[in-house]
């Protein structure tokens, strides 16, 4: 995918550079790290320079999980959706970017702004070399830079755009419990020794309730108080319960309040498990007694907290829970990520720009929000270029992203791709003071 794009850089004649991030070891294998895209396009003295990131790697995806669709070919259906993986986070907005030069080559207009590309392919796991990249060319590439926006995320319904000023952070944990020296026949053994399996179910069920409240002590003490006037913008923004039932295809939402919904998913923390490696799994019946198991779950964080502070109390509390289970089975806890939770400016002319290009692409005003999922390199940008980020979406809240049959819509895609330019004539129409 990185070579894929480096075609087009050339033939959109961008110059660019390909970053080499190092390597990653994955089952004992050192394999070399997709490069980070480092692209420019205009370097005009007296015009504005926008610096774009996106990523090109995606989530996996297997047929048989439940695509209705081959996941690695694109394909539209009848309704003018686009299916595939990645079609929405991140290759469909990547490409708008690439889409947005073409136009301008095509129409003869002159490019409004000097353009920085970032384009890396190791988002979906964590970014692994790009902080450094950052912080490395903060003087050199990126000196120079305005501001920074990113398309990474998504409308908050499926009906009106909105700009995006915030986001929640993450801390990720796997927790491993180990026992016996290998698996075990349950009819044999089942009964006469520690189950790792029963005490990581035991471990879990003490992390958070069935409507979502984490047990954790110490993850809500630095959340930040609900303010009257934070109140008030909740009431501005158009959302209904429905538009989250539609992106979820079912009514198991926590809440029937619109206000207290938003609340949850922007400015409070949530616990989710995603899954535990070792347990058996497959279609049929085995009597098998793991003999360890890795139990994984997650916290989005909210400003204020630190993730830091988020392992400690993590760690904290499981190893008491563990002691009081009596068991003679080993726990071992680690934290794979940690990112910061990160809040922009809406009122910076960074924003002001895309509001005006979302009026006169979409014809109405967008809702400005948070939203709950996390970018970590929004954070990295902001502190080590001391920039205005945006987060600028193309697709609708229920493109499924990270889920089966992802999608961009037709529509969302070709009116995306005249949102992006149009947002960069705004930017060189607007005052930057």
């Given at each position: 995918m990185g070579d894929w794009l480096i075609e087009l850089f050339k033939q959109l004649n961008i110059s660019y550079e390909a970053a080499e991030p190092g390597t990653h070891v994955l089952d004992g294998k050192t394999l070399k790290l997709p490069p980070i895209l480092l692209g420019t396009y205009g370097n005009d003295p007296n015009?504005?320079?926008?610096?774009?990131?996106g990523h090109y790697d995606v989530q996996p995806a297997l047929i048989e999980d439940g695509w209705r669709s081959d996941p690695w070919k694109l394909t539209e259906d009848s309704t003018g959706r686009l299916v595939g993986r990645g079609s929405s986070d991140d290759k469909g907005p990547i490409i708008g970017w690439l889409n947005a030069i073409e136009a301008h080559q095509k129409a003869g207009i002159e490019f409004p702004v000097n353009l920085k590309i970032c384009f890396e392919g190791m988002e979906e796991n964590e970014s692994e070399g790009l902080d450094d990249?950052?912080?490395r060319e903060a003087n050199r590439y990126f000196k120079g830079v305005d501001a920074v926006c990113i398309s990474d995320n998504y409308w908050l319904g499926v009906t009106k755009p909105c700009l995006t000023y915030g986001l929640r952070g993450i801390s990720y944990f796997k927790v491993t419990v180990s026992g016996p020296g290998r698996d075990l026949h349950s009819g044999v053994f089942g009964g006469t020794v520690y189950e790792p399996m029963t005490d990581l179910i035991i471990l879990f069920s003490k992390l958070v309730t069935s409507d979502g409240k984490i047990l954790i002590p110490g993850i809500n003490d630095d959340v930040a108080e609900l303010t009257d006037e934070?109140?008030?913008?909740?009431?501005?923004?158009?959302?209904k319960i429905q538009e989250l039932q539609s992106a979820i295809e079912s009514q198991t939402n926590l809440f029937d309040n619109e206000t207290q919904t938003l609340q949850a998913r922007w400015r409070y923390p949530s616990l989710s498990i995603h899954g535990i490696e070792g347990a058996f799994s497959a279609p049929g019946v085995k009597t098998v007694l793991p003999c360890k198991v890795s139990g994984k779950f997650s916290i989005r964080s909210v400003p204020n907290m630190d993730p830091d502070k988020v392992t400690a109390c993590v760690e904290k509390?499981?190893?008491?829970?563990?002691?009081?289970?009596?068991?003679?089975?080993?726990?071992n806890i680690e934290s794979l990520h940690g990112a910061k939770a990160w809040v922009s400016s809406p009122n910076h002319w960074n924003f002001v720009a895309a509001a005006k290009a979302v009026e006169k692409v979409f014809k109405c005003k967008p809702d400005l929000t948070r939203e709950g999922g996390s970018i970590p390199v929004t954070l990295t940008f902001q502190d080590a270029l001391n920039k205005n980020v945006l987060l600028?979406?193309?697709?609708?809240?229920?493109?499924?992203?990270?889920?089966?049959?992802?999608?961009l819509d037709r529509s969302n895609y070709i009116q995306g791709i005249k949102l992006l330019g149009t947002y960069l004539h705004e930017v060189a129409a607007v005052k930057s003071t």
């Amino acid at each position: 995918m990185g070579d894929w794009l480096i075609e087009l850089f050339k033939q959109l004649n961008i110059s660019y550079e390909a970053a080499e991030p190092g390597t990653h070891v994955l089952d004992g294998k050192t394999l070399k790290l997709p490069p980070i895209l480092l692209g420019t396009y205009g370097n005009d003295p007296n015009k504005k320079t926008i610096l774009v990131y996106g990523h090109y790697d995606v989530q996996p995806a297997l047929i048989e999980d439940g695509w209705r669709s081959d996941p690695w070919k694109l394909t539209e259906d009848s309704t003018g959706r686009l299916v595939g993986r990645g079609s929405s986070d991140d290759k469909g907005p990547i490409i708008g970017w690439l889409n947005a030069i073409e136009a301008h080559q095509k129409a003869g207009i002159e490019f409004p702004v000097n353009l920085k590309i970032c384009f890396e392919g190791m988002e979906e796991n964590e970014s692994e070399g790009l902080d450094d990249l950052i912080l490395r060319e903060a003087n050199r590439y990126f000196k120079g830079v305005d501001a920074v926006c990113i398309s990474d995320n998504y409308w908050l319904g499926v009906t009106k755009p909105c700009l995006t000023y915030g986001l929640r952070g993450i801390s990720y944990f796997k927790v491993t419990v180990s026992g016996p020296g290998r698996d075990l026949h349950s009819g044999v053994f089942g009964g006469t020794v520690y189950e790792p399996m029963t005490d990581l179910i035991i471990l879990f069920s003490k992390l958070v309730t069935s409507d979502g409240k984490i047990l954790i002590p110490g993850i809500n003490d630095d959340v930040a108080e609900l303010t009257d006037e934070e109140k008030e913008t909740y009431k501005a923004i158009e959302f209904k319960i429905q538009e989250l039932q539609s992106a979820i295809e079912s009514q198991t939402n926590l809440f029937d309040n619109e206000t207290q919904t938003l609340q949850a998913r922007w400015r409070y923390p949530s616990l989710s498990i995603h899954g535990i490696e070792g347990a058996f799994s497959a279609p049929g019946v085995k009597t098998v007694l793991p003999c360890k198991v890795s139990g994984k779950f997650s916290i989005r964080s909210v400003p204020n907290m630190d993730p830091d502070k988020v392992t400690a109390c993590v760690e904290k509390y499981l190893k008491e829970e563990f002691a009081k289970l009596g068991s003679k089975n080993k726990l071992n806890i680690e934290s794979l990520h940690g990112a910061k939770a990160w809040v922009s400016s809406p009122n910076h002319w960074n924003f002001v720009a895309a509001a005006k290009a979302v009026e006169k692409v979409f014809k109405c005003k967008p809702d400005l929000t948070r939203e709950g999922g996390s970018i970590p390199v929004t954070l990295t940008f902001q502190d080590a270029l001391n920039k205005n980020v945006l987060l600028l979406p193309m697709g609708r809240g229920d493109d499924g992203a990270h889920s089966t049959n992802e999608k961009l819509d037709r529509s969302n895609y070709i009116q995306g791709i005249k949102l992006l330019g149009t947002y960069l004539h705004e930017v060189a129409a607007v005052k930057s003071t």
